[in-house]
């Protein structure tokens, strides 16, 4: 049989998301090299469910982000910005900026009804540092413990920016592919997924083999006769939905039906975020990125689609509060677990004129989950955490501890003032350069209660310092140092300062008020406590689920898988039923099925290395040095050389046992054994071309029309001529001078080995 040799040692293991719709978070290792697929957490953030992630933390050396939002980024700001740990983070442009406005805003929502401690938006920063933009089809080459990589982002559909990341080594293509969407959306252009061919490994999900859609026109008139149903009776509309993602193809749609029907215009439409103004801000500058309808009406109209006519961005329920009527509100977050749409739940639940429109699959074990799978429930128990002022005895505490820490603030940073002053002056008045600073100061320290010395008593000082001897004090007559830069003398501001004074003592008092005025005015941070109450939460409003997601159904995965048709593959993220939903297909339906199908579970490390018949050999610097390597007129790049050689792999040494030895090293055939070979013509030799070389030559040539031959002064012919899938030129004609000429001018336009 053949003898086979691995080109890499390939291993993955699920961190989380696997048999389940939880966060994803993938280790790949190519031999020394490990890459972290998305680095995903729910809004729970619970740290315990990152103990796996964090057991091999220290070990990662890269990580691919594929969306923008948490159950694929989620767990970046505690594993790289607050433990401090530094990787190579690589992500789309978008998925950098939009990713920023995820976890700003479930920091936000956090904070603002509990003490959340777990990360910091400087975490967020420190772990975004990180990260190497890319874009789309851009080749990018890193090197890792030895390990040569070429790392390529592509079009996945689902949110502005979603990547399916391909991963190129030695011979192997490894394709990284979940929450793809085949269809093309109102500003989302489809995945390209289709057009990788024959990876060898493709690392894809399972989450919705078993689904399938109606049709867009379907779902978007559902919404719509959803939302005006509710505005007729006089009810509120409340979408739960992401902040910086899919939220992005509901507001272009309904902005989009708000200007069509002329009737509903009036409505409120009202975009509620943390940070709303920012991620419309941010996504009016990344046209690029969105589907060809969007760049069209840009670079026809100048019309941004982002640059919506109807919808509102709102920061606080205060502002939603003052728009009156019934409105639609899309708040954050999309789970109900926190944030302004829990509030606004909490507020419009009791209502049956009310309803509740969920467009994504929640996570298990949330509220949303809770009310779309148990319709009947007609009271919700949940603990709900909110912020209270304080007050009595607990907010005389706060204010007596504030007023102490400012106080003792002021005089600190009095102190510091006071010393850099006399530091600054004192260095001004007397020359030190080369003096070391430290120094200095120590004698403007022993000196402060007197006004001047003379420069040559401080130098003498310096230089006899062993003395400890006080100098003398002295009437001095001194001269004050000029400072000089490069741009000249240094000017004193204060020496130009004009005291103003008002001329009315009247005008002192007057401004003393009007500031006084202004304080009052503002408004005070008013202390706050946070405080758990459990709660019981009568549900009488409709509650409704329509399908915007942005991801493939089951029947066009298992078309774009048979059009990759991969040679091995990993199926993750979905519910068992889903993952053997799809193994099945994958072995019994494909054109081509693979010849590994993988479905490892959370923790379980499997082994999907390549097996070729291809062996790494060293090439030792002495048989490099005795090739006689030639350049291409083809290439420069490239220069090629000719060896009889043979492969020498290391034998174990008498005694030893499982001995591995080293890698096979190539040398030089021996002399009694080579017998020299035949000529190896290298290049591509057109004979229009080859005419011109002739007719610079002297040569009269011309081409027989019909038959492709090239008559050389009417003696000499020459055809080209494919045999095996090989091109060759024959040349034809008596053995004379022209002949031999022909020939030798032919032979010089290959490289011959």
Known sequence: GETTAMTSIIKFTPLCGA???????????????????????????DVNKLKPLMRHINRIDIVLLSHPDLLHIGAL???FGKSGQHAKIIATIPVFKMGQMFLYDAYLSRSTHEDFHVFNLDHVDSAFDQ????????????MENGVNLEITAYSAGHMIGGTVWKISHETEDIVYAVDY?????????????????RPSILITDSLNT?????????RDKDLIDSIMSTLASGGNVLLPVDSSGRVLELLVTLDQYWTYYKHISALPLIFLSNISYNTIDFVQRLLEWCSSDVMKKFVSNRENAFSFNFVQLCQSLE???????????LATNENLNVGFSLDLFLKWAPSHKNRIIFTTNPLPGSLSHDLLYNPDKSEIALEYSKRVPLVGKEYEDYIENKKKIEQENAEKKKIEEEEEKRKREFMDMYDFEGEDLEHVVSLSTMWKKHDLFHKEVIQSYMQNEGTKKKPNIMFPCLERKSLYDEYGETIRIEDYMIQEEPENPLDVQATDDMHLEEEVEEEEDIPTICVVEDIVVEKNCGIQFIDFEGRSDGRSI???????QPRKIVIIHGT????????KHCEFNTKNPPSLILSPKVGQTVDVSESANIYKLNLQTSLLDSLNFQTTEMDADYSIAYLDGIVMIPTAPVGTEDYTGTEPNLQNLPEESNFGHPSIFIGDVRLSHFKQVLHEHGFQTNFISGTGTLVCNGVIALKRTIENGKYSINIEGPMCNDYFKVRELLYNQYLIV
């Open 19 to 45: 048999h389940d719709r939880q966060p994803l978070c993938y280790l790949l290792e190519i031999d020394e090299t490990c890459i972290l697929l998305d680095c995903g957490w729910d809004d729970s953030f």
């Open 77 to 79: 700001p505690y594993a």
């Open 131 to 142: 990260v190497t933009q890319l874009k789309y089809s851009q080749p990018f080459s890193i």
């Open 181 to 197: 969407n085949h269809a093309k959306e109102r500003h989302l252009q489809p995945t390209v997924l289709e057009t990788i061919s």
């Open 210 to 218: 078993q689904n399938e859609l109606l049709p867009r026109r379907e």
């Open 319 to 329: 502002e939603v509060e003052k728009i009156p009527g019934p409105k639609v509100v």
């Open 558 to 564: 298992k078309k774009i898988l048979n059009l990759v």
């Open 576 to 583: 068992t039923e889903s993952t053997e939903a799809l193994s």
